[in-house]
C-alpha cells in the first residue's frame, strides 16, 4: 500500500492530546512505516514523542489565543514542501484550520467548528449524542464520513525508560517500596481539584501502608501541593513533592512507576492511564462521560449530585459539594483495591 503522507493539528490541553493516540494507531495501522507527523504547542511535545507512530513532531510557534497570521504564512509555506496528502485539525478553532489551508494540503478534515467552511474541505458534523466521549470524536476522522469505526482502544504511551532512569538518580528516587503517586493540580480551574485536606487524609492512609508518596505535577501545581503538605502535618515530612522539579515527558515516565495514581481530572490522569498503571480518577465539575481514563485498570470516583457535572473553572453554587463530599474514604478503599500488588 504507498503511504499517505498526514499533519494531525494537536488540542493543547494535554489531556486532549493524549486521547489523540487512537486516532494516530487508526492512521498508521494499514502502513509498515510512521506516515503521521504532528503540530502541537510546545507543552504537549512530550505526549506525542511518546506514542508510537509519529513520524515527525513540529512544534506550533504561536502564543497561546494569537492569531499571528505572518508566523502561520511563514510554517504554511515550510509545511507546503512536505507534500502532505491530508489533515486532521482536531482543535474546533477557525485559528487552527489555518495552517493546513495556507499550506494547501489537499484533504483538510476536521469538525465544522467556528464556521470553518472554506478551512476545511472536508467538514464534519458533530453527532454529540452518538459520540460523547471525545476519543471516539477524534478516532472518527481517521475515516470517511458515515464509515463505521470501532471502538477505539484506550491511549497507549510508551515510557523513555532511559530518561526515567537518568530522572530517579538526579533525584535519588527508590522504588524498594510501593509507589503512590498523588497529582491534586488541574490546570483548567479549583473546580476540578479535590481539596488539599482531603488529599491529606488520603496521603497519611498510603503511608501507614508502607507505601511512599510521590506529588506530582508542574510548576503550576506548586501551591496545590503545598497546600497538601501543610494540611498533612507530621505526615506531609514523609511525602515526596517532585511538583515542578520535572517536565511533562519526566512526569510520564516515573508514573510508569507507580504502584496506583490517584489524580483530579487532568493531564496526567490521562497520562497515567495510558502508561497503564492502576488509577483513581477524581471527578467533580467535569464528566466522566466526556475524557473518562481509557484503561481496564482505571477507577472512577465520583458522587452523584444534580448540579454535577457543571464544567465550570469555579463552583458557580460556592459549596463545592461534588468534591467536598467524596470523601478520603472512598477514594482510599478504591486505591487500596485497584493498586498493583506489593
Known amino acids: 500500500m504507498t503511504s499517505e503522507?498526514?499533519?494531525?493539528?494537536a488540542p493543547s490541553w494535554v489531556g486532549d492530546a493524549i486521547l489523540a493516540e487512537p486516532l494516530i494507531a487508526l492512521l498508521r495501522e494499514p502502513y509498515e512505516e510512521p506516515v503521521v507527523d504532528v503540530l502541537a504547542p510546545p507543552w504537549c511535545a512530550p505526549v506525542f514523542g511518546r506514542?508510537?507512530?509519529?513520524?515527525?513532531?513540529?512544534?506550533?510557534?504561536?502564543?497561546?489565543?494569537?492569531?499571528?497570521?505572518p508566523a502561520r504564512r511563514v510554517l504554511a509555506s515550510e509545511l507546503k514542501a512536505a507534500g502532505y496528502s491530508r489533515a486532521i485539525v482536531?482543535?474546533?478553532?477557525?485559528?487552527?484550520?489555518?495552517?493546513?489551508?495556507l499550506a494547501r494540503i489537499p484533504r483538510r478534515t476536521g469538525y465544522v467548528g467556528e464556521f470553518r467552511y472554506g478551512l476545511l474541505n472536508d467538514a464534519r458534523r458533530l453527532d454529540a449524542k452518538a459520540m460523547p466521549r471525545l476519543v471516539d470524536r477524534f478516532a472518527a476522522l481517521a475515516v470517511s464520513p458515515g464509515t463505521l469505526v470501532p471502538m477505539p482502544p484506550g491511549p497507549v504511551l510508551v515510557p523513555d525508560v532511559a530518561n526515567r532512569g537518568a530522572a530517579m538518580r538526579a533525584m535519588r528516587l527508590r522504588t524498594d517500596r510501593p509507589v503512590a503517586i498523588l497529582c491534586p493540580g488541574a490546570e483548567y480551574g479549583p473546580a476540578k481539584r479535590w481539596p488539599p485536606t482531603h488529599f491529606a487524609d488520603l496521603a497519611a492512609r498510603l503511608l501507614a501502608d508502607g507505601r511512599q508518596v510521590w506529588l506530582v505535577g508542574s510548576p503550576n501545581d506548586k501551591l496545590a501541593a503545598s497546600s497538601v503538605l501543610q494540611a498533612a502535618g507530621e505526615p506531609g515530612r514523609r511525602m515526596l513533592d517532585l511538583t515542578g522539579r520535572t517536565d511533562l515527558g519526566t512526569a510520564?515516565?516515573?508514573?510508569?512507576?507507580?504502584?496506583?495514581?490517584?489524580?483530579?481530572d487532568s493531564g496526567l490522569m490521562h497520562a497515567a492511564a495510558a502508561v497503564g498503571v492502576p488509577v483513581v480518577a477524581l471527578f467533580g465539575s467535569s464528566s466522566p462521560v466526556y475524557t473518562p481514563p481509557l484503561s481496564p485498570v482505571a477507577h472512577v470516583a465520583r458522587i452523584a449530585i444534580p448540579c454535577s457535572p457543571c464544567f465550570k473553572r469555579e463552583c458557580p453554587l460556592g459549596h463545592f459539594k461534588c468534591m467536598r463530599e467524596l470523601s478520603p474514604e472512598v477514594v482510599y478503599n478504591l486505591a487500596r483495591s485497584a493498586a498493583l500488588p506489593e
Open 51 to 69: 506514542m508510537r507512530g509519529v513520524r515527525r513532531l513540529i512544534e506550533a510557534p504561536f502564543a497561546h489565543g494569537r492569531l499571528a497570521l
Open 90 to 101: 482536531l482543535p474546533n478553532s477557525w485559528k487552527s484550520a489555518l495552517v493546513p489551508f
Open 252 to 264: 510520564i515516565d516515573l508514573m510508569s512507576l507507580a504502584s496506583v495514581v490517584i489524580s483530579n
Open 5 to 9: 503522507r498526514i499533519l494531525v493539528v
